[in-house]
């Protein structure tokens, strides 16, 4: 198939098919549609940010043919240093000179920093740590590289946004590895800001195999993985119930024989597609040797934009597929009707309803000292219940809105471990 594709193209095709990038791209690597201004391109390490985001350049200077106009005239390329960007975003093997045919390849012109087109497009360089370089110039657009690392990014991104001046609408590809820093948080905020994220596994064709297995093997499911290999920003804020450090030593492991396996539900405020997630998160109940409860959290099992016959049949789903012994569902929201629809999906599920007298805080400073004492572990996959987690605080939840998955972990450890009566006798080995 592929010999006969390439066969059946002409001599000049066939030439111009490895410079053709829509035809090669992953689709994070491709710019989405709409009127945007900035568009950030989340990923692992080397899952081909660098090439996006040379090629995203290269589509805004170029036009039709070698010397036609482009959308962009005046651009800036600006890295955490001028060697980096130098190295990397233009001569780097997914820069922009080894992205270019020889026919539309850019002058680079080493006294000015500047890559002049043949159509005489320009893109000036620029280190982050220069941040008043940027002070002056006008730009219709910018490539911006690895914004989360840069030493003074406040700074030097508030200065790009001055000099983005030029043409009717200009725009900026930022392309980095995440990092829980607060100018990415809030680019990512934005309204006027578009987001593609992916993996380092999705540009496997272009690394080394060993290279994957032994990152993989080495980092696992922490959060660091989540961060370099995922391209995931893992958000913790000062003074958080939990930290990620926390989580890392918690997680993974074999499952112990379970003595009690709960199912604790969540319920959203609402039933429509806009309101919180549905927190349903099972965990499981065994004594250590000293005849301690710990608790060992199995599956986030959460889901959102369900109505209420939805998320039921997947809390009855959950609790069959791990044989729980109990489900424990928060009434605050939904009163009787929580048990009720549970019990239209399965009447003979044995159901506890719990109300919520105190405050999420006050429900889940307990919940984190066990944690603290090394009490509750983790199985591995977590990642958004673990990022909950991150931002709950002593003053609050300093998330988006509501901490579903983190109420329906709390629900569940706390019944487990705080809960009346001795454990159930039956052990379950998973």
């Not at 002409?10 to 900035?38: C, K, N, V």
Request: hydrophobic share 40%; net charge negative.
């Amino acid at each position: 198939m592929k010999e006969k594709f390439l066969s059946e193209l002409s001599e000049g095709a066939r030439i111009a098919l490895p410079y053709l990038f829509e035809f090669w791209a992953h689709p994070h690597q491709l710019p989405p549609e709409g009127s945007w201004r900035t568009w950030a391109i989340l990923g692992g390490r080397g899952a081909g940010k660098t090439r996006a985001g040379a090629e995203w350049v290269r589509a805004q200077v170029e036009g039709a043919l070698p010397l036609s106009k482009g959308r962009c005239k005046r651009m800036a390329i600006i890295g955490e240093t001028f060697d980096q960007a130098r190295e990397v975003m233009v001569f780097g093997d997914s820069g922009i000179m080894a992205c270019s045919p020889p026919d539309r390849r850019p002058l680079w012109q080493a006294t000015r920093r500047c890559l002049v087109w043949p159509n005489g497009a320009e893109a000036m360089l620029y280190s982050a740590s220069e941040p008043e370089a940027l002070r002056g110039p006008q730009f219709d657009g910018a490539w911006v590289d690895e914004l989360a690392k840069w030493k003074k990014a406040r700074e030097t991104w508030d200065m790009l946004q001055f000099g983005l001046r030029l043409g009717q609408h200009p725009q900026v590809c930022v392309t980095t590895t995440p990092r829980n820093v607060a100018v990415l948080k809030e680019l990512l905020e934005y309204p006027s800001t578009v987001v593609t994220q992916a993996p380092t596994e999705a540009n496997r064709a272009n690394l080394a195999a060993s290279f994957l297995e032994e990152v993989r093997e080495r980092f696992a499911d922490s959060s660091l993985a989540r961060q370099e290999l995922d391209g995931v920003l893992v958000d913790q804020v000062d003074g958080a119930l939990w930290t990620n450090e926390m989580l890392d030593r918690l997680r993974g492991g074999p499952v112990p024989e379970l003595l009690r396996i709960v199912v604790a539900v969540d319920p959203p405020a609402g039933d429509s597609k806009r309101s919180d997630a549905c927190g349903i998160v099972v965990a499981g109940l065994w004594l250590d040797e000293d005849g301690r409860r710990r608790v060992h959290v199995l599956e986030d099992a959460s889901v959102r934009g369900l109505r209420p016959q939805g998320w039921a049949s997947v809390v009855v789903e959950t609790a069959r597929q791990w044989k729980a012994h109990r489900v424990i569902a928060e009434v605050n929201q939904g009163g009787a009707m929580v048990e009720e629809v549970l019990r239209q999906v399965d009447p003979d599920l044995p159901v506890t309803r719990v109300h919520a007298k105190d405050g999420k805080v006050v429900r889940a400073e307990p919940v984190a000292a066990l944690y603290e004492q090394g009490r509750v572990r983790h199985n591995a996959g977590m990642a958004e219940l673990e990022s909950q987690m991150c931002l709950m605080t002593p003053l609050g939840y300093e998330g988006h809105g509501s901490p579903d998955r983190v109420d329906a972990l709390v629900w569940a450890v706390t019944a487990l471990v705080h809960g009346a009566g001795p454990a159930v006798p039956q052990v379950r080995t998973l």
